[in-house]
């Protein structure tokens, strides 16, 4: 679908003015919210959707919202990875990530994920800044300690995939407030000076949390969680989470998707939301508070 198509009904300037003026209630409402963005890889699947998720950033910003970007990188990276003849291997949802990979990792996401972020937002007219953990101290990690699902007494190799250990949001807070839209790759730096690899979505919860966000819209390539029969799930409190994850029903990149959603709400985010980025201006639609698509998670 090519969200800058002409719509088959286009709306008369009545109706474009009733629309604007009916969101006069929730704009004021949401004057100066920091809203948290993670943009998965797998949601950036074609460019016109990517200049349009671009210009959704602008246009939130404009109206008065105060929108922080967490980029994901995963088939990017995976991409790369194959043409140098490396094969990618995950462990509940964390890419086991050596020396190499790590490198790899380093160069896909802050080298061309996050630049091609900075430069869509740049050309909507925006002002993004590209940042990773590792800038003004942002995120503080050591190696991540990942105990087998099965049997916890045993823990996973998987090498320089971080656990953060703290965020320091005071450059994110300085650069907000030159207004520019942060664009942050989850790169987290350890005591050693060495980079760590952190899943994009565990980075866009803790940062959602530690910058007391009130919304948190997780894009994706699917339209939010399903149950086993492939049904939308619409709605999620933490007991039917954990028992999805407990009988496999999540799964995947979903776990650690899941894990920060929940960890979000749980710390005081108020609104947390998975959502179809392939659907064009749904992520406008929710940041607006217009509910459209997905799943909201729930905290009872
Ligand atoms: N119950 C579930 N509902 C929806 N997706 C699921 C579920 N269990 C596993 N998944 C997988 O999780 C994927 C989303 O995670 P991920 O690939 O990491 O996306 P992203 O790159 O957007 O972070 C989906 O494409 C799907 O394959
Ligand atoms: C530890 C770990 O798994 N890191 C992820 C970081 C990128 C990411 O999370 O990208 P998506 O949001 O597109 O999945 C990875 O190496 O793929």
Redesign the pocket.
């Given at each position: 679908m090519n969200p800058s198509a002409p719509s088959p009904h286009p709306i008369t300037s009545a109706e474009r003015a009733a629309v604007l003026a009916s969101l006069l209630p929730s704009l004021r409402q949401q004057q100066g919210q920091t809203l948290v963005i993670k943009y998965?890889?797998?949601?950036m699947t074609e460019p016109a959707l990517q200049q349009a998720f671009a210009q959704d950033v602008v246009l939130l910003q404009l109206l008065g919202l105060r929108p922080v970007v967490v980029h994901?990188g995963?088939p990017q990276i995976e991409h790369l990875l194959q043409r140098l003849g490396k094969q990618g291997r995950f462990v509940q949802?964390m890419r086991v990530t050596d020396a190499e990979t790590m490198q790899v990792v380093e160069w896909v996401l802050a080298g061309q994920v996050q630049q091609e972020i900075v430069g869509l937002i740049n050309q909507a007219g925006g002002r993004a800044l590209g940042l990773t953990g590792r800038d003004g101290g942002l995120i503080r990690a050591r190696a991540l300690r990942l105990p087998d699902a099965t049997d916890p007494s045993l823990w996973h190799d998987i090498g320089q995939v971080g656990d953060i250990v703290a965020i320091d949001p005071a450059l994110l807070h300085t650069v907000q407030a030159q207004g520019y839209i942060p664009v942050v790759s989850p790169i987290g730096c350890g005591d050693g000076n060495q980079s760590f690899n952190i899943n994009?979505?565990v980075v866009a919860a803790r940062l959602a949390t530690s910058l007391q966000a009130d919304k948190l819209l997780m894009l994706?390539?699917?339209p939010g969680?399903?149950d086993r029969q492939g049904q939308l799930l619409a709605r999620l409190s933490m007991a039917e989470i954990e028992a999805?994850v407990a009988d496999g029903?999540?799964?995947?990149?979903?776990i650690p998707?899941i894990a920060g959603a929940l960890e979000a709400a749980k710390s005081g985010v108020k609104a947390v939301h998975i959502i179809d980025g392939r659907v064009p201006h749904a992520m406008l639609l929710e940041a607006l508070g217009q509910h459209a698509c997905g799943t909201t998670i729930c905290v009872d």
């Amino acid at each position: 679908m090519n969200p800058s198509a002409p719509s088959p009904h286009p709306i008369t300037s009545a109706e474009r003015a009733a629309v604007l003026a009916s969101l006069l209630p929730s704009l004021r409402q949401q004057q100066g919210q920091t809203l948290v963005i993670k943009y998965g890889g797998n949601a950036m699947t074609e460019p016109a959707l990517q200049q349009a998720f671009a210009q959704d950033v602008v246009l939130l910003q404009l109206l008065g919202l105060r929108p922080v970007v967490v980029h994901g990188g995963g088939p990017q990276i995976e991409h790369l990875l194959q043409r140098l003849g490396k094969q990618g291997r995950f462990v509940q949802g964390m890419r086991v990530t050596d020396a190499e990979t790590m490198q790899v990792v380093e160069w896909v996401l802050a080298g061309q994920v996050q630049q091609e972020i900075v430069g869509l937002i740049n050309q909507a007219g925006g002002r993004a800044l590209g940042l990773t953990g590792r800038d003004g101290g942002l995120i503080r990690a050591r190696a991540l300690r990942l105990p087998d699902a099965t049997d916890p007494s045993l823990w996973h190799d998987i090498g320089q995939v971080g656990d953060i250990v703290a965020i320091d949001p005071a450059l994110l807070h300085t650069v907000q407030a030159q207004g520019y839209i942060p664009v942050v790759s989850p790169i987290g730096c350890g005591d050693g000076n060495q980079s760590f690899n952190i899943n994009a979505d565990v980075v866009a919860a803790r940062l959602a949390t530690s910058l007391q966000a009130d919304k948190l819209l997780m894009l994706t390539n699917i339209p939010g969680v399903l149950d086993r029969q492939g049904q939308l799930l619409a709605r999620l409190s933490m007991a039917e989470i954990e028992a999805l994850v407990a009988d496999g029903t999540i799964s995947g990149g979903m776990i650690p998707k899941i894990a920060g959603a929940l960890e979000a709400a749980k710390s005081g985010v108020k609104a947390v939301h998975i959502i179809d980025g392939r659907v064009p201006h749904a992520m406008l639609l929710e940041a607006l508070g217009q509910h459209a698509c997905g799943t909201t998670i729930c905290v009872d």
